[in-house]
C-alpha cells in the first residue's frame, strides 16, 4: 500500500502544475489529428486564390457562394489522405 503511495507521489512529483507525466510525454497523434502538411498547402494556394477570384467576379448577391471552395477543399484533401493511407495500407 504505501508503494503505491509512493509511485504515485514520484510520478506527480515529475509533473508540471499538477498535470500528470503521461499527459506531458505524449505519443504523436495518430489517425484523424494527423496532418498531411505537404498535401494541404498544394491544396490550399490553388483554392484561397479560387475563393479571393470568386469574391472579387461573383456578383454582389452572390458573393456567399465563395464559401463553398472551403467545402470542396477538405473534400478533396480527405479523399486524398485516405486514398493516399488505403494505398499504403494503413486503413
Given at each position: 500500500?504505501?508503494?503505491?503511495?509512493?509511485?504515485?507521489?514520484?510520478?506527480?512529483?515529475?509533473?508540471?502544475?499538477?498535470?500528470p507525466?503521461?499527459?506531458?510525454?505524449r505519443k504523436k497523434p495518430t489517425g484523424v489529428l494527423r496532418m498531411h502538411w505537404k498535401q494541404y498547402f498544394m491544396?490550399?494556394?490553388?483554392f484561397v486564390v479560387l475563393g479571393l477570384a470568386l469574391i472579387y467576379f461573383?456578383?454582389?448577391?452572390?458573393?456567399?457562394?465563395?464559401?463553398i471552395t472551403a467545402l470542396i477543399f477538405w473534400?478533396?484533401?480527405?479523399g486524398?489522405?485516405?486514398m493516399e493511407d488505403k494505398r499504403k495500407g494503413n486503413r
Open positions: 500500500m504505501l508503494s503505491v503511495m509512493a509511485s504515485n507521489k514520484v510520478k506527480m512529483a515529475k509533473s508540471v502544475a499538477n498535470i507525466v503521461s499527459m506531458i510525454y491544396l490550399l494556394i490553388p461573383l456578383p454582389r448577391s452572390q458573393n456567399h457562394n465563395a464559401i473534400i478533396i484533401y480527405y486524398w489522405v485516405y
